[in-house]
């Protein structure tokens, strides 16, 4: 029957033609990068960060890395639900208490010991399941036309005191001032901290983002504000545009406003590429990936003893924090401890 043979003939067309179609792009991939070897991150730090220290990581190991950003809590709460189908090899945050949500829920494998070896054991939590590559250090931004240096608060818990009513700003909804607050509630326990957190609903002026509350700090909008030191000096390196009327003051003396932040990295235990997630782990607080993040524009503390930050950043030598279990930082209680004080 030709009208059949000729419909079998044109369907046979067809088909092969699809199959040429849909090989295209197969070529096309296989000649680009798919042929290289590559590890997924879930990124919460600073895209530009990761910018800046992931090419040497390419460079001497031929893994490219593929970021999907996104924020602490936002990307924990992703792996969770994910649980072992995620695609992700390595989780990475800002801030520790979103590690530790992740590492509560079993999720990440053991970071090889010699990763851990790298850093200060107190920079790592005390399961040894992600390590730390970054530190920050919480500090009172402040307008030097309206705080003379001898008015400055002793602890950051003075904050909550009447004579600041008004003159206090912060961004609670981030994962950075969140982190701060854990160092509160692991250091001064849990009545004070709620004690502190309801003196600042009353005399705080809540902005979004450390950025924000910087810039006001710095129009004098608002008299001083609780930041991570990297934004000041971020900004000095670049004009001074929102930097220029303040001066940021380092707590010390182990108060819970000395808090330094550590910055960590994980590899999921359902990565089927764990051997090279390890080495992005070893890259990062390693000298080769220490020493990309002091070169870089970041401004924030490399934890590896053999590489410095670069001047004129205040030494990590001298800042004197208060000594936490990183593993110990309750981001679920924080939050819940947050919205019961009506920021969140
Ligand atoms: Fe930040």
Known sequence: MPTRNGN???????????????????????????????ITVYNAQHKELLDEMVPGFTKETGIDVKLRNGDDFELANQLVQEGSASPADVFLTENSPAMSLVDRKGLFASV??????????????????????????????YNTAAVKDAELPASIL????????????????????????????????????????????????????????????????????????????????????NSDNIKIHFFGNKDPGAFVSVSGAGALKSSDKLS??????????????????????????????????????KPFGELDPPIIDVANLNGPKVISMMQEAGFL
């Open 158 to 241: 003075d904050l909550a005191n009447p004579e600041w009513k008004g003159k206090v700003a912060f961004s609670p909804t981030g994962a950075d001032f969140q982190a701060i607050v854990s160092a509160v509630l692991e250091t001064s326990g849990e009545a004070a901290t709620k004690t502190w957190l309801a003196g600042l609903k009353t005399n705080g002026t809540v902005y979004d983002g450390n950025s924000t509350v910087m810039k006001a700090v710095n129009s004098g909008e608002v008299e001083v504000g609780v930041i991570y030191h990297y934004y000041w000096y971020g900004d000095q390196a670049e004009s001074g545009a």
């Open 8 to 38: 079998h003939h044109m369907r046979r067309i067809l088909a092969a033609t699809v199959a040429v179609v849909a090989m295209v792009p197969m070529l096309a991939a296989c000649g680009s990068s798919n042929d290289k070897p590559f």
């Open 276 to 313: 090279d997630a390890q080495k992005f782990l070893k890259y990062l607080n390693g000298t080769t990936g220490q020493q990309a993040l002091a070169d870089g524009k970041a401004f924030e503390y490399p934890i590896n003893p053999a590489v410095a930050v670069k001047s004129p950043v």
């Open 112 to 141: 090889d010991k010699s990763t851990l070896a790298q850093v200060p054991a107190q920079y790592s939590p005390s399961t040894g399941n992600w390590a730390g590559f970054a530190a920050r250090s919480t500090v009172l931004a």
